[in-house]
């Protein structure tokens, strides 16, 4: 479920639909963000939408700070960028 509001750079926020029978949701109590679209999510988050799912085999390049996607494209991101970022040794 979402609100199928795009943000400025395409994003959907997801919202849970809250049919779980646990007591906490780490999207109902606000602790965790997500794309509906493109599924990413706090940490592995695209600077644009790419407006379908990202592939998987992408998610651990773009957790890493290599890989993005921007303007319409994926981008990979210089090593000496995602270093800067924190996000690799």
């Known amino acids: 479920?979402?609100?199928m509001i795009p943000n400025e750079r395409g994003h959907i926020d997801y919202v849970c639909a809250g049919n779980h029978d646990h007591s906490h949701c780490m999207f109902c109590d606000g602790g965790l963000w997500a794309c509906d679209l493109c599924c990413s999510?706090?940490?592995?988050?695209?600077?644009?939408?790419?407006?379908?799912?990202?592939?998987?085999?992408?998610?651990?390049?773009v957790y890493s700070?290599?890989?993005?996607?921007?303007?319409?494209?994926w981008i990979n991101v210089p090593s000496e960028m995602a270093r800067s970022i924190g996000r690799v040794a």
């Open 1 to 3: 479920m979402s609100s």
């Open 41 to 61: 999510f706090e940490g592995m988050v695209l600077t644009h939408c790419p407006g379908k799912p990202m592939p998987w085999q992408a998610q651990d390049d």
């Open 65 to 73: 700070g290599k890989l993005d996607f921007m303007w319409g494209r």
